[in-house]
C-alpha cells in the first residue's frame, strides 16, 4: 500500500499535490485542513482518511474525527493532528500510545517535518511537516511511503519549493 502524506494545508491547494500524489493508494491528511475544498480535491485523487485539526471549522469537524485508529495491512496506525513527538506526546494521546500503543503514530500541528522512531513505545512516529502557506515553515513538505503487510519503508520526503 503508497501512502501519500500530509498535513497543515490551511485550506491551501497547491496543484503539485496531485503531482505528487498521483502514485498513491491512499491519502492522509493529519489535520488543519483548512477548507471542505481541499478535502473534497484529495478524496477525488485517491481514497482519504484525515483527523480534523485546531484550525478546522465545524464542516470539517462533522466530516473527520479528531483521532482515527485504523489498520493499514498489518499496521495499526493512530493518527491525531495534536501529538507531539517522542519524549514530548501532547497529554491528550499519552494515555493512548501508552497503554495500547500503535505501530505508527502520525501527528501534525508543529510544521516540522519529522520521523522517528521511539524504542520505548515500539512505534514509528511521522509528522509529514506543513504542505500549506501559513506558517514559518521555510519548506513545504509532504511524505510517502509504503506500507507492505507489517513494514513501513521506502519513506520519501518531497520538497514543495
Request: aromatic share 8%; with cysteine; proline share 3%.
Amino acid at each position: 500500500m503508497r501512502i501519500g502524506l500530509l498535513s497543515d494545508t490551511h485550506g491551501y491547494w497547491d496543484e503539485r499535490y496531485a503531482t505528487h500524489l498521483s502514485e498513491v493508494d491512499q491519502i492522509w491528511h493529519a489535520g488543519d485542513i483548512g477548507s471542505t475544498e481541499v478535502a473534497s480535491k484529495l478524496a477525488a485523487l485517491h481514497p482519504l482518511k484525515a483527523v480534523y485539526g485546531n484550525v478546522d471549522g465545524g464542516d470539517l469537524r462533522m466530516m473527520f474525527k479528531e483521532i482515527l485508529r485504523f489498520r493499514c495491512e498489518e499496521v495499526d496506525v493512530l493518527m491525531k493532528h495534536i501529538g507531539g513527538y517522542p519524549g514530548r506526546y501532547d497529554r491528550s494521546v499519552v494515555g493512548i500510545l501508552t497503554e495500547r500503543p500503535p505501530k505508527l503514530f502520525v501527528s501534525g500541528h508543529s510544521h516540522i517535518l519529522k520521523v522517528q522512531y521511539d524504542a520505548a513505545l515500539g512505534l514509528l512516529h511521522i509528522n509529514p511537516g506543513a504542505a500549506g502557506l501559513q506558517g514559518w515553515q521555510k519548506v513545504r513538505t509532504l511524505v510517502r511511503f509504503c506500507i507492505d503487510g507489517a513494514e513501513m519503508k521506502d519513506l520519501e520526503v518531497i520538497e514543495l519549493r
